[in-house]
């Protein structure tokens, strides 16, 4: 079983940062893709953004050029860093591993930003 458990939500007003961080504390294969995605009240989870085990990285269009996916292997973490915050993508943001044909989720971290 993968454990995943992320850090690093809060409040912040519009315009403003915040990185969030996602670890696995165990054991966890690096043949895999680590992505975030993001549930706004009342609607559907999405994907945000995703790096897969060499790097190469996809974002939503609406994130492009203000978000940023890293991982660090031989820490087994993912990092989300979010500029110029907007209002809409208030939400619980959660990390994701896929590895093989499973899929593993941590338990979301708040995100809310004030206009």
């Known amino acids: 079983q993968v454990q995943l458990v992320e850090s690093g939500g809060g409040l912040v007003q519009a315009g403003g940062s915040l990185r969030l961080s996602c670890a696995a504390p165990?054991?966890?294969?690096?043949?895999?893709?680590r992505g975030w995605y993001r549930q706004a009240p009342g609607k559907e989870r999405e994907l945000v953004a995703f790096?897969?085990?060499?790097?190469?990285?996809n974002y939503e269009d609406s994130v492009k050029d203000r978000f940023t996916i890293s991982r660090d292997n031989t820490k087994s973490k993912v990092y989300l860093q979010m500029t110029n915050l907007k209002p809409e993508e208030t939400g619980v943001y959660y990390c994701?591993?896929?590895?093989?044909?499973?899929?593993?989720w941590g338990q979301g971290t708040q995100v809310t930003v004030s206009s």
């Open positions: 165990g054991s966890i294969s690096s043949t895999n893709v």
């Open positions: 790096i897969n085990s060499g790097g190469i990285t």
């Open positions: 994701n591993a896929k590895i093989l044909v499973y899929n593993y």
